[in-house]
């Protein structure tokens, strides 16, 4: 068994443990990150595949350059990554089978407008955004039920749910009201999202040279078995590097493996019951994710069309609009991304067959356009669409003095998927830092 020694190890190389390591090495720490697959990143990279460039999950810096992820890169000095923005319109919405742009301003009131047809309906469902967005909801109620008191118009509702599925991989039903309103305000003064030329892998790349710069390491295929705790204290972690048994000595370690993950490898009995019960309950974000490749573009912009009057209300884009090459020539992806009704338990068979219906809805020469499926993902149990639920997140603070969690189950209020796995890092980095002095 071979001993590596470090200030800080870090287990699992997604992008709220890169956020953290690139941090903590640019501030001079010695930082080992441990991966267990043969890549970093998670499900925010971007991989080969059938020669074409796609995601493991994530696509894009959701805000663009006010991203976390974005600010990250910035901070450690990182050379200019080249990316793109949608332009505008960032986004369409398809409402009673007719396409609207989303304008740079008042684009929610012009959308439930056209939604309602009827002015009235869309300024009474505004002035209760605005005045939730003054004062927060804090009873326990969905974000579906809050609108109900203001308009059953479900053209309405499909615009907010389409919203809250591409977003959230949850439904509006779902969703406490408070969580939603958070969301909407994340967005405020921030910048639309940004893909970069090779996809996320450019932005763990550079975050990966950081640690490296700093006299760090990413470990691939090593899986950490065990946090090594003394005294209420934690003092590393053991792992499996291949077959060789290995331990890491360091003086604090971080887990970008998920709460109720962190529980088990530092055992149960250096926990607190109520920390314990929080973890246990914690359930997934889900969502399936489609894509298929057409012989020409099937939207004519690269941002979202949100499709309000489908089964599902999806997202749909064809991101080759942004990045051509990230497809053979000749092809492009047309990709969508919905929730189940029922979040906890659903057929992903019967969500595909529901899905087709919407496309040939949406979509009505699909197969004219050569259309057929690259690759379909339910994104649920140990690899969701974000490990806790808006509104589910834990502290990225544990009872173990010197063991702190990063990643989509400890988003800070607010944040929302891989932006606010990445915030969690900066803020555990940030901790560690004044910590260790
Ligand atoms: C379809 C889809 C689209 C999305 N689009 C976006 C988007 O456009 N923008 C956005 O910001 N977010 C998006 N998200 C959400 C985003 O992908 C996640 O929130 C984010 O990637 C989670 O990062 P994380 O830090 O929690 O780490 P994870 O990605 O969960 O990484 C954890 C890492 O730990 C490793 N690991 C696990 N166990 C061990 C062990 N025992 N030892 C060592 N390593 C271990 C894993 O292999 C993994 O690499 C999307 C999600 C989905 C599903």
Redesign the pocket.
């Given at each position: 068994m071979s001993t590596l020694r470090a200030d800080v190890a870090i287990?699992?190389?997604?992008?709220?443990?890169m956020c953290a390591g690139a941090l903590l090495s640019r501030a001079g720490r010695k930082v080992l990150v441990?991966?267990?697959?043969p890549l970093?990143?998670?499900?925010?990279t971007s991989v080969q595949y059938k020669g074409f460039t796609i995601?493991t999950?994530?696509?894009?810096?959701?805000y663009g350059t006010s991203d976390p992820v974005y600010l990250t890169l910035e901070e450690i000095g990182a050379p200019p990554i080249e990316m793109r923005a949608p332009g505008t319109p960032v986004a369409r919405y398809r409402i009673n089978g007719r396409i609207y742009d989303w304008p740079p301003k008042g684009a929610l009131r012009y959308l439930m407008e056209k939604a309602a047809g009827d002015p009235e309906e869309a300024n009474r469902v505004m002035g209760a955004l605005a005045q939730a967005m003054a004062h927060p909801p804090t009873e326990s109620i969905s974000f579906r039920d809050w609108l109900l008191r203001s308009t059953r118009n479900e053209a309405i509702h499909g615009i907010f749910q389409a919203q809250i599925a591409t977003w959230c991989?949850m439904n509006a039903h779902d969703l406490p009201a408070r969580e939603f309103i958070r969301a909407l305000l994340s967005f405020r003064g921030r910048d639309t999202?940004r893909i970069p030329r090779n996809g996320l892998k450019d932005i763990i790349d550079a975050l990966g040279a950081a640690v490296r710069a700093g006299g760090g390491e990413i470990l691939t295929r090593?899986?950490?078995?065990g946090i090594m705790v003394e005294k209420g204290i934690a003092r590393g972690v053991t792992?499996l590097r291949g077959s060789e048994a290995i331990t890491i000595e360091a003086r604090m370690v971080v887990s970008?493996?998920?709460p109720k993950?962190t529980v088990e490898?530092a055992g149960r009995e250096h926990f607190g019951e109520a920390y314990l019960r929080q973890a246990a309950e914690m359930r997934p974000a889900v969502?399936m994710?489609y894509l298929f490749i057409t012989d020409r573009p099937l939207l004519d912009f690269p941002g979202t069309l949100y499709t309000t009057d489908t089964i599902r209300k999806e997202g749909w884009s064809v991101p080759t609009l942004m990045w051509p090459e990230h497809a053979p020539a000749g092809k492009h992806l047309l990709h969508a991304?919905a929730v189940p009704e029922n979040i906890d338990s659903y057929d992903p068979v019967r969500e595909y067959r529901i899905l087709l219906q919407d496309l040939h809805t949406v979509f009505p020469d699909f197969e004219g356009a050569g259309g057929k499926l690259l690759l379909r993902r339910n994104?649920c149990g140990e690899w969701?669409?974000?490990?806790a639920r808006q509104g589910q997140d834990m502290s990225h603070r544990t009872p173990i003095e010197n063991l702190y969690n990063?990643?989509?189950?400890v988003k800070p209020p607010g944040w929302i998927?891989?932006?606010?796995?990445a915030q969690s890092?900066r803020i555990v980095a940030q901790e560690i830092i004044e910590a260790l002095g």
């Open positions: 287990i699992g190389a997604g992008i709220g443990g441990l991966e267990k697959s970093p990143g998670g499900r925010y995601p999950a994530s696509w894009m810096l959701l991989g999202f090593t899986k950490a078995t792992a970008n493996i998920g993950k490898l969502g994710d991304f994104f969701p669409c974000t490990r990063v990643g989509d189950g998927v891989g932006a606010g796995a890092g």
